[in-house]
């Protein structure tokens, strides 16, 4: 698909080689979206210095070495030398129409990468909480971005299956009955169960020590110890899978990753680094000293690989993890990590490490997709009036709940049964758009009344867009896929919406680029706003002319298309009305 800043660029490219030489031919063009014209050229500018001109006069040259009369219907010089590029209305048209026979909707076929990617990551036994709602929604988005650009993603979901806790809960789930009542919070109330465990080792000596010798026993793989383990893995299966089916997201048990599977290499990791001189004994411990991390008083900070009681932590896990990711799972150029703000120094210690060691190479690069903190209205972590993490079912569930309220009140004529499925879709888009739609890396206040909003830049405002244009092809009595044109531009809002369309490939290739997908949300966003403008200026099913209602059937077709894709690559569903 065509996209035109691109195009531009290397037009404004080959003039800047044709008018100042070939060593010109790759400086920047400097083209950007313009509210002069649909673009503007700003290279004058800066090459005027190197030329020793004055920057309109390098813009004089630029633009009489230009080609661009079959895509432009100006090019201007304006101000102190800017160029401005105004696009013909038929230029526009004829990609718009490409878009509805392009099976990818315009999103581009990059060069295939094997690209492992690290999201959700709860822990067996315990409940999800807000604070795994962005890692799980981001990395879901990325992950769809990914593929849909043609790369191979490998979903890991690292969970926390392994470690101390495991002894108390093998030994609480004996005590209660492997299969009783309260073995089955384990699948519908983890914290109950975890909760009732850690009150009866801090209360009990006979069992903490009873828990003890349990986690020695599975660490020492024995088998009764590890079906116990594997049963309460197979419990929490069924409560993270009800969740991830609630927020409509892509992992599934073929994508659990948990730290158990790194368990038999991390003796060999340890060894290794010691050998190579990378680590070393220090107070009992085993570490790694990295002089480019330092702490107050510009000492080391360790990055610790072996406890002095001879255990493992998430450094040494993390090591097997990135050395299984590029050698197992043949990530060819970046391993993505979808995880908490507070861990980004670890990860550089543990990279870093990795990178010494000589298990990742040059051409891999990890990175470490930063997740703020979710807050509430107090400016605080979002927590319940007792201070504990809010539970993600139950945040959830009160987000259907207020947008049945909302659709009930507003479509008093659908039955329960659509008026429910709709109030999921709406409930569970907004909420995922909400926290989809800030940078990843920033914090937002969680606000139910905000994201359930029908204006503004939010989940229900674009999927009414999207019911919006189905209600027009219901009450023409068409068929979106029948709609093709051709498409003609005759009106400001038509040309608008069109140049809108043709944004939407390179939008996607760069969320897949800076792993970014709020840059995708402002897109649709923008795309929404220009429909709706068209909207209200155009008339679709009354245009007098059946060539100019033909022509915006297939402009709403091509919106409506971009819209239910460009969502969907953000993990939210368009119900068919509203």
Request: charged residues 25%; hydrophobic residues 40%; contains cysteine.
């Amino acid at each position: 698909m065509a996209d035109p800043q691109e195009i531009l660029a290397q037009r404004v490219q080959s003039a800047l080689g044709a008018a100042f030489g070939p060593d010109f031919a790759d400086t920047d063009p400097v083209i950007r979206p313009s509210q002069f014209a649909d673009f503007q050229a700003n290279a004058a500018l800066p090459l005027a210095k190197r030329l020793g001109r004055a920057p309109r006069d390098v813009a004089a040259d630029i633009v009489a070495h230009l080609d661009v009369s079959d895509m432009c219907r100006d090019a201007e010089i304006s101000g102190p030398g800017f160029i401005n590029l105004t696009l013909r209305d038929d230029w526009i048209a004829a990609r718009a129409q490409d878009l509805l026979s392009d099976p990818r909707a315009g999103i581009p076929q990059q060069e295939p990468q094997t690209i492992p990617i690290d999201y959700s990551a709860p822990n067996v036994a315990k409940e999800m909480h807000v604070g795994h709602l962005r890692t799980t929604v981001v990395g879901d988005a990325l992950a769809r971005v990914l593929e849909a650009l043609g790369h191979n993603v490998v979903r890991q979901n690292h969970i926390g299956d392994w470690g101390t806790p495991f002894g108390m809960l093998i030994e609480h789930l004996l005590d209660s009955g492997e299969h009783s009542p309260e073995a089955e919070l384990v699948k519908t109330d983890p914290n109950a169960f975890y909760q009732a465990a850690r009150t009866k080792f801090d209360a009990s000596p006979e069992f903490a020590e009873r828990a003890r010798k349990r986690v020695v026993a599975l660490q020492a793989g024995d088998p009764e110890t590890l079906r116990l383990w594997r049963e309460l893995v197979d419990l929490s299966k069924i409560y993270f899978n009800r969740v991830y089916a609630t927020l409509d997201v892509t992992l599934t048990d073929s994508d659990l990753a948990g730290e158990s599977m790194y368990n038999d290499m991390l003796p060999g990791i340890c060894d290794e680094l010691e050998d190579k001189g990378i680590a070393e004994v220090s107070e009992g411990a085993l570490c790694v000293f990295q002089p480019e991390f330092t702490g107050r008083e510009g000492k080391p900070v360790p990055l610790i690989v072996r406890k002095s009681d001879g255990g493992y932590g998430y450094g040494t896990t993390d090591l097997a993890t990135i050395r299984y990711r590029v050698e197992e799972l043949g990530a060819t150029s970046r391993v993505v990590y979808v995880v908490g703000a507070p861990q980004a120094l670890h990860f550089r210690m543990v990279w870093a490490a990795a990178r010494k060691a000589g298990w990742l190479p040059d051409r891999v690069t990890p990175i470490h997709v930063q997740i703020g903190n979710v807050l509430g209205d107090d400016g605080k972590i979002l927590r319940t009036r007792s201070g504990q993490p809010i539970r993600l079912m139950a945040l959830l569930e009160e987000a259907v709940d207020r947008a049945a309220k909302v659709v009930a009140e507003n479509r008093p004529d659908l039955d329960d049964a659509t008026r429910a499925a709709i109030a999921r879709e709406v409930g569970i888009g907004a909420v995922k758009y909400a926290d989809l739609s800030v940078s990843h890396d920033t914090e937002y206040v969680f606000d139910y009344d905000r994201m359930l909003a029908l204006n503004g830049n939010t989940g229900p405002y674009l999927q009414y867009a999207a019911a919006r244009i189905r209600s027009i092809f219901r009450k023409g009595g068409v068929d979106p896929d029948s709609a093709t044109g051709p498409i003609t531009l005759t009106e400001p809002a038509e040309r608008d919406l069109a140049l809108a369309l043709l944004g939407f490939g390179p939008v996607v290739s760069a969320v897949g680029d800076t792993l970014e997908p709020h840059r995708l949300c402002g897109y649709l966003f923008d795309l929404a706003q220009a429909f709706t403008a068209f909207f209200e200026h155009c008339p679709v099913l009354q245009a007098e002319d059946p060539a100019v209602r033909d022509s915006r059937l297939a402009l709403i077709a091509a919106t409506l298309r971009t819209l239910v894709t460009g969502l969907g690559l953000l993990g939210v569903r368009t119900p068919e009305q509203m």
